[in-house]
């Protein structure tokens, strides 16, 4: 009986992998950018206390919605790849 030449083995990457990839620099502006809307977020909701909704609010939470998810599959994909 001959012996397999390869074993895939699940490899679990260790947390310098994972930021390693992370590193990348589309991650990074991601999450800079995020960081930027959910400050111009809380500007917009202090402004809807006061009875004023800016025009470009919705847009601001679809743009974060869309880059959380982003970033969440990223995060995901790099702990899960082999």
């Given at each position: 009986?001959?012996?397999?030449?390869?074993?895939?083995?699940?490899?679990?990457?260790?947390s310098e992998e994972i930021r390693e990839r992370?590193?990348?620099?589309?991650?990074?502006?991601?999450?800079k950018?995020?960081?930027?809307?959910?400050?111009a977020v809380t500007t917009d909701m202090e402004s809807l206390k006061q009875?004023?909704?800016p025009k470009d609010a919705g847009e601001r939470l679809k743009r974060m919605e869309k880059l959380s998810k982003r970033m969440r599959d990223n995060?995901?994909?790099?702990?899960?790849?082999?």
């Amino acid at each position: 009986m001959e012996r397999p030449t390869e074993i895939n083995a699940q490899h679990h990457r260790s947390s310098e992998e994972i930021r390693e990839r992370l590193s990348a620099s589309r991650v990074q502006q991601d999450v800079k950018e995020l960081g930027e809307l959910c400050a111009a977020v809380t500007t917009d909701m202090e402004s809807l206390k006061q009875g004023l909704l800016p025009k470009d609010a919705g847009e601001r939470l679809k743009r974060m919605e869309k880059l959380s998810k982003r970033m969440r599959d990223n995060l995901t994909r790099a702990s899960t790849e082999n």
